[in-house]
Nanobody
Framework: QGQLDESGGGLVQAGDSLRLSCTAS????????RAWFRQAPGKPREFVAG????????SYGDSVKGRFTLSRDIAKKTAYLEMVSLKPEDTAVYYC?????????????????WGQGTQVTVSS
């Protein structure tokens, strides 16, 4: 089975930008959907953004629309989450997820693979 490796988290100030990366390895076939979820302490996991790997079509959670952009580099098997105008409420552990079915979903239960997570902390 394959794995997803996230990187790029860190501590930033409100208004700053950050880019997260999610690289897939070990898959015989690259999963059709890559997505980012996040989970803040005491809160449920929340859909952030997702991308259909072949077409590049994207979907975003309401709280990040207009501030976050998800893209992918097919050759590098890497998805990039560009985050700008970060707010303290964006503080969370960000998880990369992938699914083998070619349908974008905001429900975490349908994703087949998960990364370990990367912490993003935004100070006010």
């Amino acid at each position: 089975q394959g794995q997803l490796d996230e990187s790029g988290g860190g501590l930033v100030q409100a208004g700053d930008s950050l880019r997260l990366s999610c690289t897939a390895s070990g898959f015989s076939l690259t999963p059709y959907v890559r997505a980012w979820f996040r989970q803040a302490p005491g809160k449920p996991r929340e859909f952030v953004a997702g991308i259909l790997w072949n077409s590049g079509a994207t979907s975003y959670g309401d709280s990040v629309k207009g501030r976050f952009t998800l893209s992918r580099d097919i050759a590098k098997k890497t998805a990039y989450l560009e985050m700008v105008s970060l707010k303290p409420e964006d503080t969370a552990v960000y998880y990369c997820a992938a699914r083998r079915t070619a349908t974008l979903s905001q429900w975490e239960g349908v994703y087949d693979f998960w990364g370990q997570g990367t912490q993003v902390t935004v100070s006010s």
